[in-house]
C-alpha cells in the first residue's frame, strides 16, 4: 500500500498564512510515500513568492512530484512571459518540470500543462503524451500509474468546458492504452472524484480523476481549503479529503470514497462499505 499526499493551488503571495503549520503537520502525520503538488505555487511567479514556496517545500515530506500551474509563468512581464516563462519555477522549485517518482507499486509522472500564449488556459501536447507512453506503457500491470498535471482532464458539473486541459482526449486515448490508474489534478480551487469513462468513453478504461482544491490560498471559489490524500494498493484505491476548519485551527477528514479494481477499470464503491484496507498511519 502507498499513501500519496496531494496537494494543489497553495498560491504564494495570496496564502493564509494561518493555515501553513497545521497543513505541514497533517501532511507529515499522514508518513506518505510521495507528496504531489499539481501546480499554481505562486499567486504572480514573482521571485519572493517562489523563495516562500520553496521554504514551504523543503519542510514537506519527500520524494516530492511537482509541476507548475499557469499562475507560475509571469503574466506582466511579457519578455519573461514568452521567452523564459518558467525561469523562476526552474530556479526555486525543479529544474525539471516533468519529473517523476517509481516504486515497486507506483508510478507518478507529471506533466507541465502551463504556456504562454493563453492567460489561464492549459495544453498538453503529442510530445509529452509520448513521454507518457514512454515511461507508463511498459510498466507492469499490478503497479498503480498515476498522472499529475495543473489542469484538469474532467470538471465538476457546475463548471466550464474550457477549463479542460487542451488536447485532452487525444492524451486520454494514450492514457488507456498505457492502463493509467488515476488523473490528480487543480487549477478548478474545487475537490472532485470522477471517472474518465463518463467523459472519454474509451471502452475497457476507466481512470480515477481526482481534483484537489486549493490547500492555502485566500481565492477559494466558495469552498474551504482542502488536500487530498490517496492510499493505493493493485486493488483499491482510497481517496481521503482533509478540509480546512477554523474553529479548530486543523484541517480534519471530511470526505472518504474508496473505488475497486475492475476488468475495465475503477468503480467507486457503496458508501459505508466495508473498507478493503485502512491506512494504519490516520491516526484521526
Ligand atoms: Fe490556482
Ligand atoms: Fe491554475
Partial sequence: MRVIVHLSDLHFGRVD?????????????????????????????????????????????KPQVVVPGNHDVPLYNVYQRFFQP?????????????????????AVVGINTARSLTFKDGRINEKQVGNVRAKLCKLPDHMAKIIVTHHPFDLPPDQQHHDLVGRAAMAMKTFAECGADIVLSGHLHSSHTSHSAERYKIPGHSALIVQA???????????????????????????????????????????????????????????????FFRGAEKGL
Fill in 213 to 275: 482544491g486549493t490547500a492555502t490560498s485566500t481565492r477559494s471559489r466558495g469552498e474551504t481549503n482542502s488536500f487530498n490524500a490517496l492510499h493505493v494498493t493493485p486493488e483499491e484505491v482510497r481517496v481521503e479529503r482533509y478540509s480546512w476548519e477554523p474553529a479548530n485551527s486543523d484541517f480534519v477528514l471530511s470526505g472518504d470514497e474508496a473505488f475497486r479494481h475492475t476488468a475495465d477499470g475503477w468503480h467507486r464503491q457503496k458508501p459505508g462499505s466495508e473498507p
Fill in 86 to 106: 518558467l525561469r523562476k519555477y526552474r530556479r526555486y522549485v525543479n529544474d525539471n518540470l516533468e519529473p517523476d517518482y517509481f516504486d515497486d507499486e507506483i
Fill in 17 to 61: 498564512a494561518a493555515l501553513l503549520e497545521p497543513l505541514r503537520a497533517r501532511v507529515r502525520g499522514l508518513a506518505p510515500h510521495v507528496v504531489v503538488v499539481s501546480g499554481d505555487l505562486t499567486q504572480r511567479a514573482r521571485a519572493a513568492q517562489f523563495r516562500e514556496a520553496r521554504r514551504f517545500l523543503d519542510t514537506l515530506p
